[in-house]
């Protein structure tokens, strides 16, 4: 899959690094292989791992910085998604870190 994306959707030639969020499964964390859409919104990151921890066994929030040439689309300017989606290639991502961990729904 993201072969196809960067031939059906190039990289857009950002100058700079992203700096982006995903609010995700622990389970994804666990394995290591991160899905295409993150943001540059904190908040709304948080709140994917906030309905993560309620439909699996814990969430976390993720953070990394993207280089220019992992970007394939940045929603940032498009006013009527609101999230600040940007989708990469995650498999050419660097360093991803834990900001938070969040527990499973209903965990003390």
Do not use: C
Not at 15 to 41: C, D, I, K, M, N
Not at 90 to 107: D, F, M, Q, S
């Amino acid at each position: 899959m993201a072969r196809a994306l960067h031939v059906l959707m190039p990289p857009i030639g950002l100058g700079e690094p992203l700096l982006l969020y995903r609010g995700t499964t622990a389970s994804e964390r666990s394995r290591r292989v991160y899905g295409f859409s993150w943001s540059t919104r904190r908040e709304i990151a948080q709140r994917f791992a906030e309905q993560a921890s309620v439909a699996s066994g814990g969430a976390v929030l993720l953070e990394t910085l993207a280089p220019p040439s992992t970007v394939h689309l940045n929603r940032e300017d498009e006013g009527y998604y609101g999230g600040g989606e940007v989708v990469v290639d995650p498999y050419k991502l660097a360093a991803v870190r834990v900001v938070e961990r969040l527990p499973p729904a209903g965990a003390p």
